[in-house]
């Protein structure tokens, strides 16, 4: 199966962004053809500093890397060293009404937050979005659950340009984990754990240890002592009983009986050490890979060039469906 995901660079990676996708990447590269990209021309939509934009994109590869994304497994590379994301992107502009645009539960959120900059790049987003995807022929893609809604934009955009020029794109499936599809955040439950809502309310997959403790020790939790999972009426220890079970590698059910009979504390003192246990590799690694830029540089390019030539296939196929005429 041909797959295809992608993270913005937007500072460190958390373990929502791990448990949500990135873990399903590692586990698809092993068995599938996997295209993985740093979306840096998404993450133009908020305005970037030049003099650290380059080394947030490239500190996004190496954590990629760190985490267990293998570039002898998959094609990894940066979405701006293929141009051709960016032409199909226009292309589909001209084909996605900006009513479903708007629709966008991410374009109206990031609308929301940022009042001064409502550029018309966040609201294009998902037809960049759906270029990304459809350029490589993409069966599946693994994302965490906020992402769905683009894919179902996608895979629209897929459908349309199939009936108004012929077959051309495959419509991709959603490959969402059953659990850990949405993290939520630990200072208010009840939303997605997000960079953008303060450092307090997300663990990085890099954390040092003593940051971990007091940021799962300042938690929210619920009202009552009992440790069960019930998103609704507990949302707090619901989602820690998640993490939990998800970096223990047991079901939800064994993480519960685990903890019946014990009180919160335990449950988060318990869930910080099993993080610290279980990060420590990849903060290892990242340490390691810090100093090694040229050869992080040259998985890039060895990555970018295997997806140029999917990508380029695909752009000449599409030109010639609109009857756009060869340079040569
Ligand atoms: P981004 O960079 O916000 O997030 C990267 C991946 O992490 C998932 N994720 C989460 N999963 C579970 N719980 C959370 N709290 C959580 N927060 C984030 C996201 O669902 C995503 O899978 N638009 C995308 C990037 C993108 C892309 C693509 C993805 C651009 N082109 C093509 C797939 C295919 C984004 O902003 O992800």
Known sequence: MRIFSGIQPTGQMHIGNYLGAVKQWTELQTRHDCFFTVVDLHALTIQQNPQEFGKTSMETVTELISVGVNPEQCVLFLQSHVKEHTELAWIFNTLTPVSELERMTQYKDKARKNKRNINAGLLTYPALMAADILLYQTQGVPVGKDQIQHLELARMIARKFNNLYGKTFVEPETLVSK???KVMSLQDPKKKMSKSDGTQSYISLFEEPASIRKKLTEATTDAGKEIVYNPAKKPGISNLLTIHALFAKI??????????NK?????????AELLIDVLEPFRRKKKELFSREIYVKEILKAGA???????EATMEDVRSKLGLVPSS
């Not at 079901?251 to 019946?260: G, R, T, V």
């Open 179 to 181: 659990e850990g599809a």
């Open 251 to 260: 079901p939800l059910k064994d993480a519960e009986k685990h903890f019946k």
């Open 263 to 271: 009180g919160y504390a335990t449950l988060k003192s318990e869930t």
């Open 305 to 311: 060039r295997k997806a140029r030539t999917v990508a």
